[in-house]
């Protein structure tokens, strides 16, 4: 019960915070499974798409988080745990026993969405940086989930990267169009399929 009352709580600031608006230009917010990727410039990324979902979907999607951030601190922990139930993975070392796919398909396999940044990191909101190759693999495994690109748009100057607290602006999330493997088709190519329908987004929230 507290759990729900904290992410009503959340959003409720969030979208006080920044006027979150969510575009549904390529799709609908449908309940379907999904993978809703998305270019990464702030900490508050995934709130601000998670709060941009409506509340059912909000329910059934889980935001890929660094493990090396929130798992510090026992109110990270907290929020994204109980909060927003995200799904941590190791971004430094990778072997079998930390592969940061596997919890992702986990929660594939459970009929979950997830929230995914495949940048790998924060950039600086002045260009989408290259696609790690996760997303690829996610896909080639789990090829019956849409994947979505989502452009959220204004967050890195609403908190961006070193500070503690967040600034009122106005941000928007944009979703297009969703997105499937072709067959054969090679890792990079789909790659840069993905990020060249990611960005085709950017200037759609004031369209």
């Not at 988080?65 to 990778?94: M, N, P, S």
């Not at 079998?96 to 398909?105: D, E, H, I, W």
């Not at 690109?149 to 607290?165: C, E, T």
Request: include cysteine; glycine fraction near 10%.
């Amino acid at each position: 019960m507290f759990e729900t009352l904290a992410g009503t709580l959340i959003t409720v600031v969030t979208r006080l915070l920044t006027g979150v608006q969510s575009r549904w230009v390529g799709c609908g917010p449908a309940g379907v499974q999904r993978i809703y990727f998305a270019n990464h410039t702030s900490h508050m990324d995934f709130v601000l798409l998670w709060c941009a979902l409506p509340r059912p979907l909000r329910q059934t999607t889980r935001p890929v988080a660094a493990k090396d951030y929130w798992g510090h601190g026992a109110l990270r922990q907290y929020l994204i745990h109980r909060v927003f139930r995200g799904v941590l993975i190791e971004r430094g070392h990778v072997d079998r026993a930390s592969n940061p796919l596997a919890p992702m398909l986990a929660a594939l396999d459970g009929g979950e969405s997830l929230i995914l940044f495949p940048e790998g990191t924060r950039g600086t909101g002045a260009e989408v940086q290259p696609f790690k190759g996760g997303v690829f693999h996610l896909a080639e495994s789990r090829g019956d989930v849409e994947l979505v690109p989502a452009w959220i748009d204004n967050s890195y100057r609403v908190m961006p990267k070193g500070s503690l607290f967040p600034v009122p602006l106005l941000c928007s999330v944009t979703f297009g169009k969703p997105i499937q493997m072709e067959a054969g088709e090679q890792k990079q190519a789909f790659l840069a399929r993905l990020r060249q329908s990611l960005m085709d987004l950017e200037g759609r929230d004031h369209a």
